[in-house]
């Protein structure tokens, strides 16, 4: 068992300093005041997540999207109480981590994806500008790759469901990532002439666009895409502080049984 206090300052030694401007409250949301026994890493705070832990009591549990949320609604009230009252009667904790996740140089969700694709990440480039940071990366190559070698590498292993927009050239150089909604820095890829931009999901104009401007774009799922950062953090407090952790896979997508 180990205090609550010791594993916050662990995790919030990894963020830049001072904090990105988010529309999350990062950090911890809800405190514990027993000592914490393991920990529990998901994309999101969700009752589901919550219940699937097989023993949720003096937990922490750790989220890329949390419950509190700038503009969102305060009250404790409905689904937000029953999150609340699990985690105050379990003794356990919840602690979040928004864009300081999305675009850390190590556990990053990002950088996790271009490590599951098997690309380079010795010379990462920012990307993504976003008034006071980038949450994003982008690599070179000037022998390149293959756009069909990088999709079929997603579908093993991050989606199986990725979406290729193959609009552009079969052999790329230039690739930029930016997890979840992406397509607000689709301009920036245009911009800088990147041959394919890996994100999460896109909206309607933007697939317009790509076709318009003969850009790939490969979508990876928001669910999915944002996966590596927690499980990377969560492996690196469990050597760190001698926490058992557990990653519990819950996607917000529930996909018709076809059997």
């Not at 401007?21 to 809800?30: A, K, P, R, Y």
Request: with cysteine; glycine share 8%; aromatic share 10%.
């Amino acid at each position: 068992m180990i205090d609550l206090s010791l594993i916050t300052k662990e995790l919030d030694a990894l963020w830049q300093k001072p904090l990105v401007e988010d529309v999350s409250f990062n950090g911890l949301q809800i405190t514990s005041l027993s000592p914490i026994e393991r920990i529990y890493g998901g994309v999101d705070a969700t009752l589901d997540f919550f219940r699937m832990a097989p023993h949720p009591d003096k937990a922490l549990f750790l989220v890329h999207h949390g419950l509190f949320w700038v503009g969102g609604n305060p009250l404790i009230t409905g689904p937000m109480y029953d999150k609340t009252v699990f985690l105050v009667q379990h003794q356990s904790a919840l602690y979040a981590s928004h864009l300081p996740l999305d675009g850390h140089p190590v556990h990053g969700n990002n950088v996790g994806i271009i490590r599951k694709l098997l690309l380079p990440v010795a010379s990462l480039e920012p990307f993504g500008s976003d008034g006071s940071h980038t949450p994003g990366w982008q690599i070179s190559s000037a022998e390149g790759w293959s756009l069909t070698a990088i999709q079929k590498r997603a579908c093993q292993v991050i989606n199986p469901d990725s979406l290729l927009l193959a609009y552009g050239p079969e052999i790329i150089h230039s690739i930029a990532v930016i997890s979840g909604s992406g397509h607000h820095f689709f301009g920036e890829a245009l911009a800088k002439q990147i041959d394919l931009f890996i994100t999460g999901e896109f909206d309607h104009p933007m697939y317009l666009q790509a076709r318009d401007y003969k850009k790939n774009v490969l979508m990876l799922g928001h669910y999915e895409s944002e996966r590596y950062g927690v499980l990377s953090i969560g492996e690196y407090l469990s050597k760190r502080l001698s926490l058992e952790f557990t990653f519990i896979d819950v996607s917000p997508i529930f996909k018709k049984n076809t059997n």
